[in-house]
């Protein structure tokens, strides 16, 4: 059983940048997965209120390493729960973390995870604030009619139009300690998040997916001609689509919108596939008829959700070594052809009358499932309470097969917080991230004022949640907006950015359903960057840790004797003492040896044959290293 901690903090806000110390006090906690908390089952109910101080937390199998409190620039102790003033997304490159802000963003260095500092604030607002890096530029979502081109506070009196910025501001940080912004990409809704899309082709240009949510701007302003009215049925709106950018990195500011209305929605691309419209609707999707009575047993039973309307996109996430991107599309999710960056093309599109607004995906490494996220209540509602459905405001994995159709994409299993929040806590499936673990599909995830799930989903149809941390409601009299926006694991640890208190650092901590051997071969795992929705491939070099790990893991699930496991581990312990020096040799000897330890015990019935071969690969390519 792992370990589980409830804690109370007293948390300072402003410019303070000091660790906040804390008493944990263990106690032991059985976890139901897949299904809701009896109350006070677990500890994560009835922890103390507090935005900045006196609240609870709880934890188990993870650890809070460091917390650091808002810059004051980016909290106004007059409206604590500002959303003007809200941590957004995260970024990563190098050994810092870009934190995203409706006001701004501040730059962390992580050199360090138990002691992060500040180094760099930009105070830029215009709402949303999601951001992503690639190289020496940072990409930021302006939605907001706020924003300004030269990122001025005082907004655009009048609705002036020539001062006015709605898209992704564009900023050089090859000096980190002062960005310095380029010109920046205009678009026509604005940018409430976007997605950094690689042409492996074309290492010299970066694609730009935007998805804008509000409202079409006047067409005078830039980027010009912006087209449409409220109407879903103007066939010249610019509802229904994204637009694309396509930036050089060698000059950013020469960037061009490629395809201002890439109609992501049509198998075609554009608006050519007037067959597919239904009713007359332009999203070309299916769905338009009366929903579908479930039966009882069915996992996507009782339906009946309120749902939005599809034309547009709330996220999209691209995987571009596979020629995918999963969008998250307010009534749809859909499974993009992304080979083509510049025209994507409509490959599946899923609906499920338990999704309320779909709103991000993640694909697990192999590209054979997608999770998609349903944030119903706009992530500002109490959605975890004891009253609501354990489908909705969930996470939906689909199984993605090959048909002689193309891929689609099968239903496979809901996931949710397992446990219930009080009626104070904006509670929903928000964003998350691969843990790397080798041989497992494992998901790191932000639930707002819900704190962070890391979760399993290798079997795609029975979910399992592994760890956790919370901290107690905002208000214990109201729902004032807060949680964790993101929580994202990179380079062997976990980043969460919450948006009225500030960042933090966690580690994940062995337990029965994660081997410390598992959290080493996740930590080998290192990138020069990471944005989430620009899903990079996972790769593990041949390594003990990986071995280790593999073996871990076939134990725990039966398919490799415990008495096979430790003579495999006497041989990787002598090959270990002997890797490092002219003996190297020997080591691989020893490791050939324990390849024939799990051949022989294959061949003799007393382990999964297929499984453990996969075990024996690894020992053999770490050999092969060594000879």
């Known amino acids: 059983m792992g370990k589980s901690s409830s804690r109370g903090a007293r948390v300072p806000h402003g410019g303070s940048r000091a660790l906040v110390l804390v008493t944990a006090v263990l106690m032991l906690v059985s976890l139901l997965p897949g299904a809701a908390l009896a109350q006070g089952a677990d500890p994560r109910n009835g922890l103390a209120p507090g935005l900045l101080e006196g609240y609870g937390e709880a934890s188990s199998n993870m650890e809070n390493l460091a917390h650091l409190g808002k810059p004051a620039e980016f909290f106004n102790p007059a409206s604590p729960g500002s959303l003007s003033f809200a941590n957004s997304d995260l970024a990563f490159w190098d050994t810092f973390a870009a934190v995203g802000n409706f006001h701004g963003f501040n730059i962390y260095d992580i050199s360090d995870p138990a002691n992060p500092t500040l ?116 066939p010249d709106t610019d ?74 996109c709330h996220d ?45 995906a993640t694909f697990n490494n192999d590209g054979t499932k997608v999770v998609f996220t349903d944030e119903w209540g706009g992530g500002t509602g109490a959605r975890c309470r004891p009253t609501d459905p354990m489908n909705w405001g969930a996470n939906a994995i689909f199984d993605i097969v090959d048909t002689p159709q193309g891929k689609k994409m ?41 704190g962070t799930s890391v979760w399993d989903f290798t079997d795609s149809s029975n979910p399992v949640e592994i760890a956790f941390f919370d901290r107690g409601p905002n208000s214990g009299t109201s729902l004032v907006t807060g949680g964790f926006w993101s929580s ?55 390594s003990f840790n990986l071995v280790r790990a593999t073996s871990d893991q076939l134990v725990r699930s039966g398919d490799l004797a415990p008495r096979s496991a430790e003579r495999v581990e006497a041989y990787l312990e002598r090959a270990e003492r002997f890797a490092g020096g002219p003996q190297a040799k020997a080591a691989a000897n020893h490791l050939d040896a324990a390849v024939n330890v799990l051949t022989a015990e294959a061949r003799a019935g007393r382990v999964d044959r297929d499984r453990v071969e996969v075990l024996a690969d690894h020992i053999t390519d770490l050999a092969d290293t060594l000879r």
């Open 239 to 312: 509802n229904f689509s994204i637009s694309i950018a396509k930036v050089p990195l060698a000059n950013p500011s020469d960037h061009v919108l490629v395809n201002r209305n890439a109609r992501v929605f049509s198998t075609c691309g554009d608006n050519s596939c007037q067959d597919e419209y239904a009713d007359g609707a332009l999203n070309g999707l299916p769905g338009s008829g009366a929903q579908p009575t479930y039966p009882p047993d069915d996992p996507r039973a009782p339906g009946g959700q309120s749902r939005s309307q599809t034309f547009q």
């Open 119 to 234: 180094r760099t604030s930009v105070v830029c607002p215009g709402g949303q604030g999601d951001v992503a890096v690639h190289g020496s530029l940072l990409f930021m979502s302006v939605e907001e009619t706020r924003g300004r081109v030269d990122c001025g506070t005082e907004g655009n009196p009048g609705g002036a139009q020539e001062s006015r910025f709605r898209g992704v501001r564009i900023f050089d940080i090859s000096d980190v300690d002062n960005p310095v912004q380029l010109r920046g990409i205009q678009t026509c809704k604005g940018s409430h998040t976007f997605t950094l899309v690689e042409d492996p082709a074309d290492d010299a240009h970066i694609y730009v997916y935007v998805s804008g949510t509000a409202g079409i701007r006047n067409a005078a302003e830039e980027p010009g001609g912006c087209a449409g009215t409220s109407s879903l049925q103007d």
């Open 488 to 542: 994202y694991w990179y380079n062997g640890h976990i980043y969460g950015s919450e948006i009225g208190r500030g960042f933090d650092t966690f580690r994940l901590l062995p337990s029965e359903h994660l081997s410390a051997n598992e959290i080493a071969a996740a930590s080998e795992v290192a990138f020069d960057q990471l944005n989430v929705q620009t899903q990079p491939r996972l790769a593990w070099e041949p």
């Open 410 to 450: 099968e239903f496979a299993s809901y996931y949710k917080l397992p446990v219930t929040q009080t009626n104070q806590e904006n509670c929903v499936a928000h964003n998350g991230s691969l843990v790397p673990v080798p041989g497992r599909d494992i998901m790191v995830q932000a639930w707002y004022q819900g």
């Open 316 to 360: 999209i996430t691209a995987y571009s070594e596979i020629g995918l991107a999963a969008g998250a599309c307010q009534g749809h999710g859909i499974l993009l052809d992304i080979s083509d960056p510049a025209n994507p093309r409509r490959i599946d599109a899923v609906e499920d009358y338990n999704f309320a607004y779909w709103h991000s």
